[in-house]
């Protein structure tokens, strides 16, 4: 799901755990060896996406670490834009897209996944309490 909807393709040295939820883990195979050995583990790696239905929503953490693979389904946003972005505030397209999802890059800096709705705007999936203050 995250090569057909992102294009993120090299999960070689990686695995994917589906975990409660929808919820999506990455770590490493050695980091489940280890945890083979020991006792009392509750979870493993590090929360990257949760699935919506056929939808794959990229957490801030999860669209960092594959930034450099996602192909498909981005957006640059201006300045400007990006700290609308970091407030939590929509984002008016310049150009429609199908994709349900997008992630978000300023420069080459990734901010993470919205939400694209009918009207043309993208709705940042950033949790309240990470989202800066307005001034």
């Known amino acids: 799901m995250l090569e057909r909807h992102y294009g993120a393709e090299?999960?070689?040295?990686?695995?994917?755990?589906?975990a409660g939820e929808?919820?999506?883990r990455l770590?490493?195979?050695?980091t489940i060896k280890v945890a083979e050995k020991m006792?009392?583990?509750?979870?493993?790696?590090?929360?990257?996406a949760k699935l919506e239905g056929q939808e794959v929503v990229l957490s801030i953490e999860g669209s960092?670490?594959?930034?450099?693979s996602i192909k498909k389904n981005?957006?640059?946003l201006t300045e400007e834009q990006a700290r609308l972005w970091m407030e939590g505030a929509?984002?008016?397209?310049?150009?429609?897209t199908a994709a349900?999802?997008?992630?978000?890059?300023?420069?080459?800096?990734?901010?993470?996944?919205?939400?694209?709705?009918?009207?043309?705007?993208?709705y940042p999936q950033v949790p309240k309490w990470r989202r800066i203050q307005r001034e």
Do not use: H, M
Request: with cysteine; aromatic share 10%; charged share 25%.
């Open 22 to 24: 929808g919820k999506i």
């Open 27 to 30: 770590t490493t195979s050695d």
């Open 100 to 122: 349900r999802y997008v992630v978000a890059f300023y420069k080459r800096l990734c901010l993470g996944c919205g939400r694209v709705s009918a009207d043309g705007k993208v």
């Open 90 to 96: 929509p984002i008016q397209l310049d150009k429609p």
């Open 64 to 68: 960092q670490l594959l930034c450099n």
């Open 74 to 76: 981005w957006i640059e």
């Open 39 to 48: 006792r009392g583990v509750q979870s493993l790696g590090l929360y990257i």
């Open 10 to 18: 090299d999960f070689s040295d990686k695995v994917l755990i589906q």
